[in-house]
C-alpha cells in the first residue's frame, strides 16, 4: 500500500473557519466564544470537502492511506491566549476524527497541538492524550514557533519541552515538526518559515543530547527536511567539529524526512544522501503548492511521480511508501496488522 504520511484538512467546510473567525473577533470585543458556538457540520459537507479534492487525488494518484492533520497553516498558535488555542484546537481535531469516520480506509489521524507563546508544552499533552486514546489518533504536529516566526521559545532540545516528550514516548507517537502560519513579515510562510524551521529543527536536535534523554522519540521533519539534505555535509561537518557522534548513528535512529518536495532533482538528491530506511513518502495535498508544473504538465506535489521515476529496488520503494511510515507510527501499524 502506499502511505501518504503528510496530509492536512485545507478544505475543511467553511463552518470551521466561521467559528475561528467568531473567536477572532471575539479577542477584540471581549466576547469569549466557547467551543459550542460551531455550527454543526453535516457528514455530507464533509465528503463535499473531500470527495472533489483529497480521495479524488488520492485515486487519481494511486495512493491509499493520508495520515491527515488540520490545515497546518491555520493553527496559528500565536492568536489569542491558551483557552482560544485549545478551543480551536479541539474544533479542528474533532473534525479530524469526523473525517477518518467517514473514510476509515482513506485516512488516519494525527492532531493539532493547543500550543501558545509563553505557555508550557505539557499543557498539550492532554489534548495528545484524548487525540490518541479517544479519538484514535497516531500522531501530532508539533509546532517549534508558537508565536508565529518571532521564535520565542526555547530550542525543541530544551528541557521545557521535555514534559510533552514523555506523554508522546508513553504513548508511543511521533511528532511531526510542523510551524504555522507567519506573523513576521520577513518570513513568507510556505515559502521560508516553514523551510527555515525545518532547518532549525534538525540542527537542534544535531546539537543535543535529547535522545539519548528519550531514545524511542521519533520526529519527521516534513518538506524534504528543509534545506538539510541538500546541505548534508554541512551537517556533517559541523556535527564533526562539534564532537558529536555520526549522525547515522544517532539522529537517524529518530529523524525522518517526508518527501515533500516538488521536483524530480529534489528527490534525486534526498534519496542519494539520506538513507532509504528515514525517508517517508508525503505529498502535503491539498496543500502549499497546489498548481500544475508547465515543464512536467503534472502537479507540482504529485510526488510519488518522482519516486516512481527513480529505479528504486522493490525494497525500498516498499519502505518509503509504506513500511517506515509503520515503523514510525506504531500505532497506525497496529490499526493495520488488526485490519
Ligand atoms: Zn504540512
Redesign the pocket.
Known amino acids: 500500500m502506499i502511505i501518504d504520511c503528510?496530509g492536512?484538512y485545507t478544505t475543511a467546510p467553511g463552518a470551521l473557519q466561521k467559528f475561528r473567525d467568531q473567536q477572532i473577533a471575539g479577542l477584540k470585543t471581549g466576547l469569549d466564544v466557547p467551543l459550542s458556538a460551531q455550527t454543526k457540520i453535516g457528514d455530507d459537507e464533509i465528503r463535499d470537502s473531500l470527495e472533489n479534492a483529497q480521495l479524488k487525488l488520492q485515486r487519481a494518484r494511486g495512493t491509499d492511506l493520508t495520515i491527515f492533520s488540520p490545515r497546518?497553516s491555520a493553527m496559528a498558535h500565536h492568536i489569542g491566549n491558551e483557552t482560544t488555542s485549545r478551543r480551536w484546537t479541539q474544533a479542528c481535531n474533532d473534525l479530524i476524527q469526523r473525517v477518518v469516520g467517514l473514510y476509515s480506509d482513506n485516512f488516519i489521524g494525527v492532531c493539532q497541538l493547543p500550543q501558545s507563546p509563553g505557555i508550557a508544552p505539557v499543557n498539550s499533552a492532554a489534548e495528545l492524550e484524548r487525540c490518541v486514546k479517544e479519538l484514535g489518533f497516531v500522531g501530532c504536529n508539533l509546532n517549534p514557533d508558537p508565536s508565529g516566526g518571532h521564535w520565542t521559545s526555547p530550542p525543541l532540545t530544551d528541557r521545557h519541552w521535555y514534559p510533552l516528550y514523555e506523554k508522546m514516548a508513553e504513548l508511543d507517537v511521533p511528532a511531526m515538526v510542523?510551524v504555522s502560519s507567519s506573523c513576521n513579515a520577513n518570513f513568507h510562510a510556505t515559502g521560508a518559515h516553514y523551510i527555515n524551521a525545518d532547518t532549525t529543527a534538525f540542527m537542534q536536535f544535531l546539537s543535543s543530547d535529547l535522545f539519548a534523554d528519550f531514545p524511542t522519540l521519533k520526529f519527521i521533519i516534513?518538506h524534504g527536511g528543509g534545506a538539510v539534505p541538500y546541505h548534508w555535509g554541512r551537517y556533517r561537518g559541523l556535527a564533526q567539529d562539534m564532537k558529536r557522534p555520526l549522525l547515522k548513528d544517532y539522529l537517524l535512529k529518530n529523524v525522518f524526512f517526508d518527501t515533500?518536495v516538488y521536483h524530480l532533482p529534489g528527490i534525486e538528491l534526498l534519496l542519494k544522501v539520506i538513507p532509504t530506511d528515514n525517508i517517508i513518502f508525503g505529498s502535503?495535498m491539498v496543500?502549499?503548492v497546489r498548481g500544475i508544473d508547465p515543464e512536467t504538465g503534472q502537479y507540482y506535489d504529485d510526488t510519488r511521480r518522482y519516486l516512481d521515476a527513480l529505479k528504486l529496488s522493490d525494497a525500498d520503494r516498499h519502505k518509503i511508501f509504506e513500511g517506515n511510515a509503520r515503523r514510525v507510527f506504531p500505532r497506525l501499524d497496529a490499526k493495520l496488522a488488526a485490519g
Open positions: 503528510h492536512h497546518a510542523h516534513p515533500c502535503e496543500g502549499a
